[in-house]
């Protein structure tokens, strides 16, 4: 591909959330025109460069909706797909929701690629496309691929049509199965909700399932330097990567260190049980030497991951009072 | 499960269809009640049994319009999902066809199965779902799972979904990975094109690719018998089986079996290439070790299935003139 190709604008959908706004910061650190799609229904405004800024945009439009938001591919040369219903819980209670937030946008943004001959686009897939696994750490080559919730059968269904596109259409995909991904921003997930949990009662923190669920988790900066490597040296019609750490850590022990962050008076209440929820995969641990020998490494394993986060939860909400 | 939740209706979906057709006669003959949800694009009524026979019942609706078949799944116990946009080369000029006819109308079916009750749901998945696999015979455990066309890509949401409904909803699902399926009442495939271009130009037959694809092609009825069997003594959430035989046929000998079925002297044009068309995966031998140990065997080899086939669709023609 020629250099001109890889340089051109870079769409980020998502791009207001957790992990877009790492994209989209270290997309402009490297020169590169940034244009944010976000319907601002989880993601942020704020964690975004402001209006005017340069080489960056926003346009505050639902993936769902191409009409509105199709200008931002113009001669757009990658897209990351990164929105998505980001709460795995909420598509047990509305089946549809994962449906038309995960798999229908994900074919919009596919065909705006496609109709606006996008050479490259990334898409963040998940660890749950491999429901509860047999073996681990869990390499990409693990099958059969049967996920548990529908947030996870969005994202498996995501994969196949990133693939499908590469095959017919010539675009190159890069998929991404991520553990969990925690960093500032993060408006959902088991830290997100330990702290808010203890905001509303700060005497008791209610812990789902028997805390004995173990699973990686991985920086956001870390991950998108994971993505960003891949994306600059494979160049495969589809290039798969698990991104986690070499390490897990339970959820009893992420309820200690937060309450202990807390003043360590509160109270740990287990509801019992192995899984936390209905389409819960209580123990994850993904292979990660596929991408570590594109010579990724996280610069932080799970715990330190967890600890950095928790004093940047604490500095967050100190700062909103 | 009680005996009379296995024994209930029995709902079909692309009843009319090649395949369809047969499980309708098979489950008819077991004594079921069978409902067919058809929109008899592809499939035919005359497939079917006549109006006002016994047990059985013709829904003339698109699955993608549940309010027209809901009726349908009043008291059943059973789903089959076998409606699908069965034209792999279709899918290619059109990405939504494949979106809409497989992922959308799949979800619809699974939540008529939920809002109803039913307690266990078939799918007809397929050996598209591997991608171009690097393993042959391909078992039901391979991965990564990318697919390398539209309907692959459809397929693969489907088992997602299935697999999700399964763990989030109790239903138990089935998902059969099929090889080239054929039969009498075909009207897509190799064998059925060939048919075709002879019939428009007796003295050639263009072949797309350089012949030398290699697949495994399963009866129809061999193929159904497999279904029942297993629905019959597997009761997992998710129960995955490959469905084909053990040995594989080339295009140019299906080529000349036809050309041979039709006096032998149309000439045999190649049009050069690995692959047929894009989205064509050219080898294809699925391992049926996990299937036979439940005790099926493929009555026919892909050559017999081949050579019973062509006979078949030579009496149809003389009789249809």
Same mark, same amino acid.
């Given at each position: 591909?020629?250099e001109?190709q890889r340089?051109?604008?870079v769409?980020?959908?998502g791009?207001?959330?957790?992990?877009?706004?790492v994209?989209?910061?270290?997309?402009?650190?490297?020169?590169?025109?940034?244009?944010?799609?976000?319907?601002?229904?989880?993601?942020?405004?704020?964690?975004?460069?402001p209006?005017?800024?340069?080489?960056f945009?926003?346009?505050?439009?639902d993936?769902?909706?191409?009409?509105l938001y199709?200008?931002?591919?113009?001669?757009?040369t990658?897209?990351?797909?990164?929105s998505a =219903?980001?709460?795995?819980?909420k598509?047990?209670?509305?089946?549809?929701?994962?449906l038309?937030?995960?798999?229908l !946008?994900?074919? =919009?943004?596919?065909?705006?690629?496609?109709? +606006?001959?996008?050479?490259?686009?990334?898409?963040?897939s998940s660890?749950?496309?491999?429901g509860?696994?047999?073996?681990?750490?869990?390499?990409?080559?693990?099958?059969?691929l049967?996920?548990?919730?529908l947030?996870?059968s969005a994202?498996?269904a995501?994969e196949a049509l990133?693939?499908a596109?590469?095959?017919?259409y010539?675009?190159?995909a890069?998929?991404f199965?991520f553990? =969990?991904?925690?960093?500032? +921003?993060?408006? +959902?997930?088991?830290l997100?909700?330990?702290?808010?949990?203890?905001?509303s009662?700060?005497?008791?923190?209610?812990?789902?399932?028997?805390?004995?669920?173990?699973k990686?988790?991985?920086? !956001?900066e870390?991950?998108?330097?994971?993505?960003?490597?891949?994306?600059d040296?494979?160049d495969q019609?589809? =290039?798969?990567?698990?991104?986690?750490?070499?390490?897990r850590?339970?959820?009893?022990?992420?309820?200690?260190k937060?309450v202990?962050? +807390?003043?360590?008076?509160?109270?740990i209440?287990?509801?019992?049980?192995?899984r936390?929820?209905?389409g819960?995969v209580?123990?994850?641990?993904l292979a990660?030497?596929r991408?570590?020998?594109?010579?990724?490494?996280p610069r932080l394993?799970?715990?330190?991951?967890?600890?950095?986060?928790?004093?940047?939860?604490?500095?967050?909400?100190?700062?909103?009072?």
């Open positions: 591909m020629a001109g340089s051109g604008p769409v980020v959908t791009g207001a959330g957790a992990i877009g706004s994209v989209v910061r270290k997309q402009l650190d490297r020169g590169r025109e940034v244009r944010v799609v976000d319907n601002l229904s989880v993601g942020r405004a704020e964690h975004l460069p209006p005017g800024t340069g080489k945009a926003l346009t505050v439009a993936v769902k909706q191409p009409e199709s200008a931002a591919f113009d001669e757009a990658e897209v990351w797909h990164l =219903n980001s709460d795995i819980r598509g047990t209670k509305s089946a549809r929701l994962d038309e937030e995960g798999i !946008a994900t074919f =919009n943004v596919l065909e705006e690629a496609r109709r +606006h001959d996008v050479g490259r686009a990334v898409f963040a660890s749950v496309v491999y509860y696994p047999t073996v681990f750490p869990t390499p990409e080559s693990y099958g059969p049967l996920p548990e919730s947030y996870g994202k498996l995501g990133f693939s596109y590469a095959h017919t010539g675009l190159r890069y998929l199965r553990a =969990n991904i925690i960093g500032p +921003h993060m408006t +959902h997930g088991v997100y909700d330990f702290f808010e949990k203890l905001r009662d700060p005497r008791r923190l209610e812990v789902l399932g028997d805390g004995r669920q173990a990686s988790y991985l920086r !956001a870390d991950c998108v330097d994971g993505m960003l490597l891949a994306t040296v494979t019609p589809v =290039n798969l990567y698990n991104l986690g750490t070499d390490d850590i339970s959820v009893k022990e992420i309820a200690e937060v202990a962050a +807390h003043g360590g008076t509160a109270h209440d287990y509801t019992g049980g192995a936390g929820w209905v819960d209580p123990q994850q641990l990660i030497d991408i570590q020998q594109l010579g990724w490494r394993s799970s715990a330190a991951a967890v600890d950095q986060t928790i004093a940047e939860l604490l500095a967050e909400r100190s700062r909103s009072g």
